[in-house]
C-alpha cells in the first residue's frame, strides 16, 4: 500500500526558533500533499494545500508566513514552523494524494512541544 | 472551519458487541471516508465510499453512503480490543481532493 513518511516524529524547541517538519510519499508520487494541525482530544483540521512547483492554498485563519509550505519535487513537501511559540505546540500530520487510488494516504504525524 | 457532525463522541462497549456511529452534514458530499486513528498515529482509512447508497464492507467493518448523499455511517460487528481507537469521518465535495473531517468517536473495548 502507499506509504508516507514524516520526520522528525517529535521535536521539542524554544520558543522563537523555527522548526521544518517533512512529508515524504515513499512509493508514489505525489502532485498534492495536505498538512493538518490536530490538537489534543480533537479533529483534524486542515492547514493548506502543498501543490508541487507552485504555491500553497491555506485554508482560511492559518498565517502562511507563519507556516511557510515548499513542495518542490513529486515526493516530498515541507512544512516550517517559523519563529514558533508554545501555543504552535501540536501534532502535525500530512498527508498525500495517490493518483493511482484517488486517496490520500496519511504520514504518522509529528508531535511539535515549543517551550 | 468546517467539520462534519460525528455521534457518537464516544463508546465503551464489551468485547464481542456491536457498535455504530454516523456522520451528518448539511452539504452534499460526493465522497465519505472512514478512518481510525491509534494514538501519536496518523489515521489509517479503512473504508471508501464513492456512490450515493453505496454498501461497503472490509472484514468486520461495513459503512454506507447515506441516499442523500449528506451523511453515512459505520459499524464494527463483534468487537475486539484491537478495535480502540478513534475513528474519523470525513467528507469529500469536490475535485480538489480536500478533506474534511469529523469530530472524531473514541471506542473503548472491555476485554
Known amino acids: 500500500g502507499a506509504v508516507v513518511s514524516q520526520h522528525p516524529s517529535w521535536v521539542i524547541c524554544k520558543s522563537g526558533t523555527s522548526v521544518k517538519i517533512e512529508c515524504r510519499s515513499l512509493?508514489?508520487?505525489?502532485?498534492?500533499m495536505f498538512w493538518y494541525r490536530q490538537f489534543p482530544k480533537q479533529s483534524l483540521m486542515l492547514m493548506a494545500t502543498s501543490n508541487e512547483g507552485s504555491k500553497a492554498t491555506y485554508e482560511q485563519g492559518v498565517e502562511k508566513d507563519k507556516f511557510l509550505i515548499n513542495h518542490a519535487s513529486l515526493t516530498l513537501s515541507t512544512l516550517t514552523v517559523t519563529s514558533a511559540h508554545p501555543e504552535d505546540s501540536s501534532f502535525y500530520i500530512c498527508?498525500?494524494?495517490?493518483?493511482?487510488?484517488?486517496?490520500?494516504?496519511f504520514g504518522p504525524g509529528t508531535r511539535l512541544t515549543v517551550l | 472551519g468546517q467539520q462534519l457532525n460525528q455521534s457518537p463522541q464516544s463508546m465503551f462497549i464489551q468485547e464481542g458487541e456491536d457498535v455504530s456511529m454516523n456522520c451528518t452534514s448539511s452539504?452534499?458530499?460526493?465522497?465519505w471516508l472512514w478512518y481510525k486513528q491509534d494514538p501519536g498515529e496518523g489515521p489509517v482509512l479503512l473504508i471508501a465510499?464513492?456512490?450515493?447508497?453505496e454498501l461497503t464492507s472490509n472484514g468486520r467493518l461495513t459503512a454506507q453512503f447515506g441516499i442523500t448523499r449528506k451523511d453515512s455511517f459505520l459499524n464494527i460487528s463483534a468487537s475486539i480490543p484491537s478495535d480502540v481507537g478513534i475513528y474519523f469521518c470525513a467528507g469529500r465535495m469536490d475535485s480538489s481532493y480536500k478533506l474534511i473531517f469529523g469530530s472524531g468517536t473514541r471506542l473503548l473495548v472491555r476485554p
Open positions: 465510499l464513492y456512490k450515493a447508497g
Open positions: 512509493d508514489f508520487q505525489a502532485t498534492t
Open positions: 498527508s498525500a494524494h495517490a493518483p493511482t487510488t484517488n486517496e490520500q494516504f
Open positions: 452539504s452534499i458530499f460526493n465522497t
